[in-house]
């Protein structure tokens, strides 16, 4: 009945918020006098704030209709090329000759299933997209899809995984976001386990909970003292009618929301007060980046009872895949069978989400890769989010990636601006990157001639 309630309540608030959004327009209409006065911009930024807070967000588009390539700018679509009932494969088609394209390195972005919409790495696409063909997972909401389309568990996940690097055919270096980490790591295990020929030339995880026994945050703890069963007890409920999925069994998403802004709720009270203070004062810039994301970090998305209690239990709770437990349809996920693609880590120092080191942990599963094919990344003064979007990950982290790729691309010998005199002179230029802003790891330690395996700010 839980997700009925806060149906009920949302539908409760609906003529208010009409009413303030009708409030709205009239104190803001130039020709109404007090538009002009401290009180009718009082009133308005009071009925803004009171509809922006009380709104249902809907999935929001990626908007993504050019992209910067040296001097010109060239027009970006998007084409679904591979399609199940929760998840799409989206390509972000650069209109440019096919030989140019071509040319470039093929990266699939695995967005995160964790509450919110792909849309979330909008700001990872746009910052790859100049020198990438880029491709990301486009999750859907577990409200919209039908109970006929059957269970979406973990082991479900994987398989999506598999299925959609084998449209790749091998040709392509996988991006790995968040909780995206875990499965996107296991898929690629069993695959090299398999030889199959589609495993990707390279994988590139970001704030992955590889272990979370490592640094444990809030999150972690959470979920080890309240254990799986308190999580089926208190938190899964079933969509109700009107929408696709009703009688789906789900983690609803405004659930997770609630969570997550209750990790920072101060922020975000500030952060609406600010926009408050911002309308009246008449700052539109700052009013309107305030829109633009929690336009984005409000939209949530409801995620499958299977897939959200798999998640909790086997990567949460009883840390299945450091302990080498993890088990796919009864086989054993090992990652250490792992020899052909490369393996980067991106960790965030300040991140409050998944602890420093549970990403790299990854580093050490990985047993049977050499060690010029590990790099590892720390960055100083940089939370979760950042890692994957944002300034700090535009100005800094994307080069770094794009020349990881390059790195491990047979198109490396075109798209260098110098030749490859060896893979570990190349490999110590990506790991040398800017030491003032952001610390490293090399694996390669004694090859590459760099700094010793441990990490550390410098």
């Not at 979920?223 to 609803?252: K, L």
Request: aromatic content about 10%; some cysteine.
């Amino acid at each position: 009945m839980l997700y009925h309630w806060y149906e009920i309540g949302h539908a409760a608030l609906k003529p208010a918020r009409a009413v303030a959004e009708q409030m709205r327009y009239l104190v803001e209409n130039p020709f109404n006098p007090f538009s002009h006065t401290s009180v009718g911009r009082h009133a308005s930024a009071a009925c803004e704030v009171f509809e922006r807070t009380t709104r249902r967000y809907e999935k929001p588009g990626f908007g993504l209709s050019t992209t910067r390539i040296g001097r010109r700018n060239v027009k970006v679509g998007e084409e679904v090329v591979w399609n199940r009932p929760f998840c799409r494969l989206i390509h972000f088609r650069r209109d440019m000759p096919a030989a140019q394209r071509a040319a470039d390195p093929r990266i699939l972005l695995i967005a995160p299933m964790s509450g919110h919409f792909a849309t979330l790495l909008r700001g990872t696409v746009e910052a790859l997209l100049p020198s990438h063909e880029v491709y990301i997972t486009d999750w859907q909401d577990a409200r919209s899809v039908p109970v006929s389309a059957g269970r979406f568990g973990l082991d479900d996940y994987i398989d999506y995984v598999r299925d959609m690097l084998a449209v790749f055919r091998g040709d392509v270096h996988v991006f790995a976001v968040c909780q995206s980490a875990v499965p996107a790591l296991a898929a690629v295990s069993l695959m090299e386990e398999d030889g199959d020929p589609s495993a990707p030339l390279s994988m590139i995880l970001a704030g992955g909970p590889i272990d979370t026994r490592v640094s444990p945050t809030a999150v972690n703890d959470v979920a080890v003292s309240r254990g799986t069963d308190w999580f089926a007890r208190h938190v899964i409920t079933q969509v109700p009618w009107p929408y696709a999925g009703a009688g789906r069994a789900v983690y609803p998403g405004f659930l997770q929301l609630s969570g997550f802004m209750s990790m920072n709720l101060d922020r975000h009270a500030k952060a609406h007060k600010d926009l408050f203070r911002h309308l009246v004062s008449g700052d539109g810039d700052s009013a309107e980046k305030h829109r633009a994301f929690y336009d984005e970090y409000l939209a949530v998305m409801d995620l499958t009872a299977e897939f959200y209690l798999d998640t909790i239990d086997r990567v949460f709770v009883h840390h299945t895949l450091p302990k080498g437990e993890m088990m796919h349809r009864g086989r054993r996920v090992d990652p250490g069978r792992i020899r052909r693609p490369a393996l980067m880590t991106v960790e965030g120092e300040k991140d409050d989400i998944t602890g420093l080191g549970q990403c790299r942990a990854a580093h050490d599963l990985c047993t049977g890769l050499a060690a010029e094919r590990k790099l590892h990344i720390e960055c100083t003064g940089v939370g979760h989010y950042g890692i994957f979007n944002g300034s700090r990950f535009r100005t800094e982290i994307a080069s770094r990636v794009a020349q990881f790729v390059r790195l491990f691309d047979p198109r490396a010998e075109l798209i260098l601006t110098r030749p490859i005199t060896s893979r570990r002179a190349v490999a110590a230029s990506v790991a040398g990157y800017d030491p003032s802003s952001v610390a490293f790891t090399f694996e390669a330690a004694n090859d590459a001639g760099l700094a010793p395996q441990s990490a550390g700010s410098v």
